[in-house]
DNA sequence: GCCGTTTTCGGCCCGACTGTTTTCAGTCG
């Protein structure tokens, strides 16, 4: 058995926490374990090491139970408390509970009460009507969990893109321990970057492709399409797809006397010489399509190129500005947020805990507020006298209350070099006071983004109902960029909106909203798709160099004060 | 399950909304 990595285990004590939670475990209890799997997470050093030296009940949070829980997990893989609580408690209960509304105690409830213990002996008791009649439960009630299901129903069977990356990574590692594989290359949605994957593939060019196995990866979900090297560019196309891109090529391919396909590019049944991919594209009069873009919505037009112009890349960001601390809900300090997002080579850093009326996550009070001021003041001052320069600004992710005001007074407000406004609270207004309530926050001279525009959890819970044309709209009015929230839950503003957001004339800005040191690198899929949507590095506030990023917060300040 | 000069028990980030058990438990962020 392999060591079970830091993040490996921190999802198994989430597994036991959850478990525990559906066996009526005191949520203290369940608690402790959640917390542990966050401080693994936050873990600077290898968890091997700890382990070794016995050094884990140092950490904070972890104590003489945990620590064995988590040795044991990290050298077996397993743990006995894990393997009772999965015979005893169903998977089908786990995904119950993720239904948005429906929380331990009620899906215990439905255990002991209706016997259900999994979505379709729910949706049994919902169409039969014998939910809306169990204790606790409603018509009302049953109506909104039919519309959950119907939605956890849509997302069955998908990924979101950082999982469909993990399990490709270990599948093409594993192909490329083959004999007589030259390239493995992951193909489909996750090589477009969609945010949720269907399904998994890889392309692995061989001297003897019938060699290789069909199937490969963590409990074999990856599909394996295995050619020889010459056809390698030509399967890797068409395994990537997307279907209507690949059927505009093929149309493409069929004028000029071509035909594509997972064979190759073929004239008359003769193959064209086309071994990669740049040059199948060539043969049929095009530039190379970065794989992002082929989801055929008019990609292949000259036009379209030529607008498009560059596509901002990971090199191109400047500085990291939506992050948590201890402060708030984050699990690393203040300090450390900013010396990693140093060690990763970028100019500068926004601290943007919660606000005040976020109390679950340790939302800043007004004192805290200016505490942290003094702190980012020191650090600043300390930075300016290192040879590389580097930034710390300090911000704040506002909550949007309910009447679209800001989270603290004018004043308060004003100590802030910058505002990122978001909602956190009321999801279910209708879309015109959604509407108007974002709108309201995007017009306070504060506001200089707005994060998070839709609020989606991806493949557990949709966007709140809101008029993005508006909202973009107001946002290119008033000067405020649009979050690109690159948290692989999040996603959100949606890719397809922002071709949209820039022609309104806004800026986006793509931010982790990490919570720990581990999650800045997760801007990469803020990154990937702004790519996917079409936004070229100019159109990107953090891609702004620390100088030109400031002149911007201050020239916001300056119209606010006038 | 963790933590602690208020330490071996009794707390544990908390405030708001929701629906309906009609006075508050359950859920959420």
């Given at each position: 058995m392999p060591l079970l990595d830091a993040y490996t285990v921190a999802d198994l004590l989430d597994e036991i926490g959850a478990r525990l939670e559906l066996s009526g475990e005191s949520p203290f209890k369940v608690r402790a374990y959640q917390n542990g799997a966050e401080v693994l997470r936050a873990l600077?050093?290898?968890?091997a090491g700890l382990v070794e030296d016995r050094k884990l009940k140092a950490l904070p949070g972890i104590g003489e139970a945990l620590a064995e829980k988590i040795s044991k997990l990290h050298r077996t893989g397993s743990h006995p408390l894990l393997e009772r609580l999965r015979e005893e408690v169903p998977d089908g209960l786990l995904r119950l509970v993720a239904l948005p509304g429906l929380g331990p105690k009620k899906a215990l409830r439905l255990r002991e009460d209706?016997?259900?213990?999994d979505l379709d002996a729910l949706e049994r008791a919902i169409d039969d009507g014998s939910l809306a009649k169990a204790k606790g439960f409603s018509a009302k009630a049953a109506e909104k969990l039919k519309h959950a299901l119907g939605f956890v129903r849509a997302s069955a069977g998908r990924l979101r893109l950082n999982d469909a990356d993990a399990l490709l990574s270990v599948a093409a590692a594993e192909l490329r321990a083959q004999?007589?594989?030259t390239q493995v290359w992951p193909a489909g949605e996750a090589r477009r970057r969609c945010e949720t994957v269907g399904e998994l593939c890889v392309v692995a060019a061989a001297d003897r492709p019938e060699r290789l196995p069909a199937k490969a990866g963590p409990g074999e979900r990856v599909r394996v399409l295995a050619v020889k090297p010459g056809c390698f560019g030509a399967a890797l196309l068409c395994a990537t797809g997307s279907e209507k891109h690949v059927a505009e090529l093929n149309a493409r391919a069929k004028k000029e006397g071509l035909a594509l396909s997972e064979d190759g590019l073929t004239r008359k049944g003769k193959a064209v010489a086309a071994p990669a991919e740049a040059d199948i594209y060539e043969s049929l009069g095009l530039p190379y399509i970065e794989p992002e873009l082929r989801e055929g919505r008019g990609e292949l037009d000259a036009k379209d190129q030529k607008a498009r112009g560059k596509l901002v890349a990971d090199a191109d960001l400047k500085g990291i500005v939506h992050c948590h601390s201890t402060y708030s809900d984050g699990a690393n300090t203040l300090e450390q947020m900013a010396e990693a997002v140093r060690a990763m080579g970028l100019q500068y850093f926004g601290i943007a805990d919660h606000s005040k009326s976020a109390g679950y996550a340790g939302g800043l009070k007004e004192d805290r507020v200016k505490r942290q001021r003094e702190e980012v003041d020191a650090l600043n001052e300390r930075y300016a006298k290192e040879k590389a320069p580097f930034r710390v600004f300090h911000g704040i992710e506002s909550d949007i209350r309910e009447d679209g005001s800001l989270d603290y007074d004018d004043e308060v407000l004003a100590n802030f070099d910058y505002v990122v406004a978001s909602v956190h609270s009321r999801f279910d207004l209708d879309e015109a006071a959604q509407t108007a309530r974002i709108v309201k926050a995007i017009s306070h001279p504060a506001t200089t983004i707005l994060g998070h525009a839709t609020g989606r959890l991806l493949l557990r819970r949709e966007g709140y109902k809101v008029d993005l044309e508006q909202v973009l709209a107001a946002c290119a009015k008033h000067g405020v960029a649009v979050e690109v929230n690159a948290h692989p839950v999040r996603l959100d503003l949606d890719w397809r909106w922002h071709a949209r957001a820039l022609e309104l004339g806004a800026w986006l800005s793509i931010n982790p909203d990490a919570h720990n040191t581990e999650e800045l690198k997760l801007v990469a899929y803020g990154v990937a798709v702004a790519r996917k949507g079409g936004v070229p590095p100019d159109k990107v506030l953090n891609a702004l160099d620390a100088k030109a990023f400031e002149k911007h917060l201050l020239a916001r300040r300056k119209r606010w004060k006038k």
């Open positions: 600077k050093l290898p968890l209706l016997g259900i213990d004999p007589g594989v």
